[in-house]
């Protein structure tokens, strides 16, 4: 017998806007934005405020793409814990091909043009930051 509970609801599979900022963690993004920005004030020396918009701007695309990686790798336990199973993934709004690419995409981007923008060590270890947290504490310190 075919399976039909996939047209049950007419958003499934077609994630909205708001599914992918759910994947961005804005909660956990706003904190990275604090930690940089009162990073960025305390800081000796001077920033051009433009160079210390865009450098913020990025720093949280970046901790975005991280919570993006997260959300992919956890949607097997997202799916059978109560307080994650409506995220977009195991909700099915969103493939975990899509969020994998998203959060892959969001990481290049994010390091890429940080580096550009401001310095080739800052876009480094931005890409630093996003394979600790996707890899080291997300596949490993997590589930263990």
Known sequence: MADISAYDDPRQGEGQFGDYVALLKPRVMSLVVFTALVGLIVAPG??????????????????????ALNMWY?????????????????????????????????????????????????????????????VVYTMWLKRS
């Open 46 to 67: 001077s920033v051009h405020p433009f160079v210390g918009f865009v450098s913020i701007l990025f720093i949280a695309l970046g901790g975005g793409a991280s919570g």
């Open 74 to 134: 956890d949607a097997d336990i997202d799916r059978v814990m109560g307080r994650t199973k409506g995220r977009p993934i195991p909700a099915g709004r969103i493939s975990e091909g899509e969020a994998l690419g998203f959060g892959l995409a969001l990481s290049g981007i994010s390091c890429v043009m940080l580096a550009l923008a401001s310095n080739v060590f800052a876009g480094l270890f931005l890409a630093f930051t996003i394979f600790f947290y996707a």
